[in-house]
């Protein structure tokens, strides 16, 4: 069954309002360097403590609160999901925090209150949140991927800019030991010359299962009682029929919400790659099998293959090849195995393979935090020096929180994350056309396809968000 498409009228005159006066530039005193609390914490003066709105408290969400508090220098003072029973464990852990069940309400009756947001919704709603959060002046943290759409991700930079607010992506592992480690690699000059990519990931979601898919959308269900407003969860998006294939976690496998294994894993797998080789755009993204192709969840299997351009002479161009689904696998050659055991490295179900022009060693790493090896039959020792680091001082959520009171930087910003983000939204458009792409990454633009370009800012939003696209 379909719910109205009522607007909140009070919340979007309040947040145009408020858009506003940023975009005049006020100024916004941050909470934290007031005197008025909403909370009382024994733990940390208030003078010396974040104020958080969340915005998506269950499943993921229950971690990035957690997360974000558990050091005591930041507290929850009000709680935003469209579904509170998703929500228990923060709830219970926060009793007398208030609750919302429209972000923009929150902003309405709390904004005043509020340092900083954290947004763990599902993919098609981040964009909405974080930019009304950003225009009233608040720092965030959004989940992976930063958006659905590569031309929010380019509003979202535009808005870091504008509006110089601290911003975090919730890729983990690029606040860790294994980040700090490719950054002394990078620095070693271990990572000179690489021209070839191997990414993948084992198929671990419904829709790569060939006994779970399914034709078209899924029937239509009941609303649970404890889902307040459907209308609110579906955000910019159509309001298509509920179901619990969409709430409250498989929506990852339908195009109109999510991103599938590329947007999702691709944050935590070519994340260090793309941000420390420097990789940019691809000028070239292409489909090359895609098993059960339709246009409206994601395939069973799929391989991308995109091809950057070089970018300096240690920096030359790289062709990655992204596989995901059941013939994920890669291999490694003989050459670059111990002579004396021959026995190949066990890869995982997530990683990248990195290889040099030389073909003297790979490199391997899995996923998130987790650290570089060199695989190679004689060169290991010679890059020990290269591959020791120190981990970072805070993790990933930690240093958000930090950053908002003034000490220090995030890692994984929005100039680091939305260009990482929008690499992977190319890579969803060449699966959703299964057509082979040409890429001008001066103009940001397909070349010689305006469906491609069409689909880079997706359907234009329901007409009580549109104002969220206006603003940076």
């Known amino acids: 069954m379909k719910q109205s498409d009522t607007p909140s009228n009070s919340s979007r005159r309040q947040f145009l309002s408020k858009s506003a006066s940023s975009a005049f530039g006020f100024t916004f005193i941050p909470a934290y360097l007031t005197s008025a609390r909403a909370q009382n914490n024994p733990k940390k003066p208030p003078s010396q403590r974040i104020n958080l709105g969340c915005i998506g408290v269950g499943g993921r969400g229950v971690s990035v609160v ?147 898919r399914i034709k078209g959308f899924p029937k239509a269900e009941p609303i649970p009682e404890s889902l307040k407003t459907w209308d609110l969860w579906c955000g910019p998006q159509e309001v298509k029929d509920f179901s619990s294939l969409f709430h409250t976690f498989n929506w990852r496998g339908f195009h109109l919400y999510g991103g599938g294994m590329f947007g999702d894993w691709g944050c935590h797998i070519i994340d260090f790659l793309h941000n420390y080789l420097k990789l940019g755009y691809p000028t070239e993204i292409n489909p090359t099998a895609l098993a059960d192709h339709n246009q409206i969840s994601f395939p069973l299997s799929s391989h991308i293959n995109l091809k950057f351009p070089a970018r300096s002479d240690k920096l030359p161009a790289v062709d990655l090849m992204w596989k995901a689904g059941g013939d994920y696998t890669s291999t490694v050659d003989k050459k670059y195995l111990d002579p004396k055991s021959k026995k190949a490295p066990n890869l995982g179900g997530a990683g990248t393979l990195a290889h040099r022009k030389q073909g003297d060693y790979l490199v391997h790493r899995n996923s998130h935090s987790g650290r570089s090896k060199i695989i190679s039959a004689s060169k290991r020792d010679d890059l020990k020096e290269a591959m020791n680091s120190q981990g970072p001082k805070f993790d990933h ?56 370009n069409a689909l880079l800012s997706g359907p234009a939003p329901r007409k009580e968000w549109a104002g969220h696209y206006k603003l940076a």
């Open 66 to 212: 957690g997360g974000h508090c558990n050091k005591g220098n930041a507290t929850p003072i009000a709680l935003c999901d469209v579904d509170f029973k998703r929500g228990d464990p923060t709830v219970k852990k926060y009793p007398d925090v208030k609750q919302f069940n429209d972000f923009r309400e929150m902003f309405d009756q709390m904004g005043k209150d509020i340092d900083a947001v954290t947004v763990a919704t599902p993919d098609h709603t981040h964009f909405t949140a974080a930019i009304q959060a950003m225009s009233i002046g608040k720092h965030v943290y959004v989940e992976k991927p930063l958006t659905h759409t590569f031309e929010e991700a380019e509003i979202l930079m535009r808005a870091e800019k504008k509006f110089k607010v601290v911003t975090q992506m919730g890729n983990q592992g690029h606040t860790s030991g294994g980040s700090e480690q490719f950054k002394s690699m990078v620095a070693g000059g271990v990572v000179d010359d690489i021209v070839k990519i191997e990414a993948w990931k084992s198929p671990g979601l419904w829709f790569m299962e060939a006994g779970k």
């Open 397 to 452: 959520m930690e240093s958000f929180v930090q950053a908002c009171m003034g000490n220090g930087k995030t890692d994984s910003p929005f100039s680091v994350a939305a260009p990482l983000t929008q690499v992977l939204t190319l890579g969803v458009v060449a699966e959703f056309l299964n057509v082979k792409l040409k890429f001008d990454p001066k103009t940001k633009k397909f070349i010689g396809n305006d469906e491609a």
